[in-house]
């Protein structure tokens, strides 16, 4: 099972990115893929590249557009996904959140393994995955680089440590997050965009022209489940800005304080006078 | 009951890992002002006498768990016994390092106890909240302030029903100091015995190998670091260059580091290292709250930047707007040419 994250691509801020407000337009990011969400896939499909009969779940939460991703990562090889969507969700911190995916993860066990990025680069808090895995009480192998060995009963990684790197073993079930240093993940694969290009949630297919009834009775792996705060039975007061414990107090947009500064060009002279200054003012030198 | 707590980590060598010591140091400021306590929690096998290491710090209780189970670190059995003490002694606060170990026990705990956690703080500090709706003052919470959303905002975060508010901070963001090289504290020994479930302990360690840090731009006191807008690995190299010439290590922001021009033990920012150099020479970095994060406290600070309105240079002493493929060669030379 795999945790991912549609993200505002926080990495290409334009100038468009904050409104005169001060708040986020959100409009204005494109939303991708979570890149160590990516590295995650890549992952838990090297894991089904070497297990016979492995099956690789996509799991999401977010708005009803989060669903690309659940396609997109069925391009590349996953089998299917679900994507948890309710606006009951909204306001939720990384303890909510985990314990929404967590009610989500139990429903969808027993599993091996729950592979999630390391961190998603909209809030870099590197939590939800560990948070999930106390949720769902399974151990947890964290800043995974490299899968070195799987089988039906355990696996061993190297994982990233603070000066260096470990190789650790773990039987099933655990949780592993992902660094954003390991493999890159796989393109899409042709063959199986061709076979899954059609994959909808149910609230996409109410908005299709198109009558997709015959092809989802014929094929039921291409209807992503869409699942409410009912269907994972979720306490709706650990959810969103109740369940949340943190708060945002104040936000700031960011303005550099005014400090007096030079302007200077790039003519010799100007760099010579510059370079002087430093070296008198024991700055350099 | 309601004091301060940090988690100290331990380094390779069983001793109070550098972000630790800044933790203490930042743990006694704020128990100072909330007038409470500082403990300091230490978990690993053969730590006879480090108490002495943490004492000076100011800290009044060492609660010590000391086992061949507990080391080399695994966030299941470190996060059973943090978990049990956190639940015991009820602190206001509790610190941890953003490491790799904090980063990985840190949010297992918050989950375990339904509290708040605030990752990469850069600033912590006391203050009121006034829950207008609610109609209810909070006093004295702990300020959680980090950059969000990429580094375009910062935002102050509070935890006002739950304790302990746990917030993790970077190496180097907070200064270490010490607080009286005779404080005395006293030491509490957890048991571990029989704490454990098999799944505590379900991750086995085969092999470690620990690789000495390569670069350290954290202790150098001048940086040259260069963003996106340096554009290519090659032109990297006029950074080192310069930075060579003036005895200084080269820095990077995310967005180079992000473009594969520098690697990431480089990165300078919220998710680098923190720098206080002597002097900051900012090449082709635009100014993203960010990487500012991590070196706006700079004694002084060169940008050198084709766009005369980068945000960077509202921060910077000497603004050059320039190609930096030509200002580098050039101070180089002028370096040379006027250093006694």
């Not at chain 2, 710090?57 to 080391?71: E, P, R, T």
């Not at chain 2, 820095?251 to 680098?272: I, L, Y």
Request: charged letters at 25%; a negative charge.
């Amino acid at each position: 099972m795999v945790l991912a994250k549609q993200v505002p691509d926080t990495r290409n801020v334009g100038k468009d990115a904050m409104k005169a407000d001060g708040t986020v337009n959100r409009a204005a990011l494109p939303a991708i893929f979570n890149p160590e969400d990516l590295n995650a896939l890549e992952f838990a499909l090297k894991v089904k590249d070497r297990i016979k009969d492995a099956e690789v779940i996509i799991l999401t939460m977010g708005p009803a557009r989060a669903a690309e991703i659940i396609r997109e990562a069925m391009y590349r090889g996953a089998d299917k996904g679900y994507l948890i969507t309710d606006r009951k969700f909204a306001g939720s911190d990384t303890l909510a959140t985990s314990y929404a995916i967590s009610l989500a993860v139990k429903k969808l066990a027993p599993f091996n393994l729950l592979v999630a990025g390391r961190q998603a680069i909209d809030g870099d808090t590197a939590q939800v995955g560990p948070q999930t895995a106390e949720k769902v009480g399974i151990p947890q192998i964290a800043y995974a680089l490299e899968l070195l060995a799987v089988n039906e009963k355990e696996i061993t990684i190297k994982r990233r440590i603070e000066r260096g790197v470990e190789t650790v073993t773990g039987t099933y079930p655990l949780a592993v997050t992902v660094h954003g240093s390991a493999d890159d993940c796989r393109p899409r694969n042709a063959k199986r965009l061709m076979q899954v290009k059609h994959a909808r949630t149910v609230s996409e297919l109410q908005t299709e022209t198109r009558d997709y009834t015959e092809l989802m009775t014929a094929r039921p792996d291409l209807k992503i489940q869409e699942w409410s705060v009912a269907d994972i039975g979720a306490d709706v007061e650990q959810l969103g800005l109740s369940g949340s414990p943190t708060k945002v107090k104040a936000i700031e947009n960011v303005v550099f304080q005014a400090k007096e500064s030079k302007s200077l060009g790039s003519s010799d002279k100007e760099i010579e006078d510059l370079m002087i200054e430093l070296i008198d003012g024991h700055m350099i030198g | 009951m309601n004091n301060v707590f940090i988690y100290c980590e331990l380094t390779e060598e069983n001793h109070i890992a550098d972000v630790s010591q800044e933790l203490l140091t930042k743990g006694k400021t704020l128990a100072n002002e909330l007038g409470v306590k500082v403990e300091a929690l230490v978990i690993g096998h053969q730590l006879n006498g480090i108490e002495k290491e943490i004492f000076p710090y100011g800290v009044d209780i060492v609660h010590l768990a000391d086992d061949a189970k507990l080391s080399p670190f695994t966030s299941g059995a470190h996060a059973r016994v943090l978990t049990n003490i956190l639940k015991q002694e009820e602190p206001q606060i509790a610190l941890f390092g953003a490491t790799a170990n904090g980063r990985d026990v840190g949010p297992r705990i918050a989950s375990a106890l339904k509290c708040g956690l605030t990752a990469d703080c850069t600033s912590l500090i006391i203050g009121d909240h006034e829950d207008k709706k609610a109609g209810k003052t909070y006093k004295n919470l702990l300020y959680q302030i980090r950059p969000a959303f990429g580094g375009n905002i910062i935002a102050t975060i509070i935890n006002p029903e739950t304790k302990p508010q746990i917030a993790t901070v970077r190496e180097g963001v907070m200064k270490k100091e010490i607080f009286d090289e005779n404080y005395q504290g006293v030491v509490k020994e957890f048991k571990v015995d029989g704490i454990f479930s098999d799944l505590d302990l379900a991750i086995k360690i085969i092999d470690r190998e620990i690789q000495p840090p390569k670069v350290n731009i954290k202790g150098s006191q001048i940086i040259v670091a260069g963003g996106y807008g340096v554009g290519s690995k090659e032109n990297f190299e006029l950074l080192a260059e310069l930075a060579h010439a003036l005895g200084g290590e080269v820095g990077a922001s995310r967005a180079a580091v992000d473009s594969g021009f520098a690697p990431h033990e480089r990165q300078v920012g919220q998710t680098g290292v923190t720098v206080r150099p002597k002097l900051y020479i900012a090449c082709g970095i635009s100014g993203a709250v960010q990487h500012t994060a991590g070196m706006s406290d700079s004694a002084q600070i060169i940008s050198i930047n084709t766009d005369p309105n980068a945000p960077i240079n509202k921060l910077a002493d000497y603004a050059i707007t320039g190609k930096l493929e030509e200002v580098i060669p050039m101070m180089i030379k002028y370096y040379k040419k006027n250093s006694k």
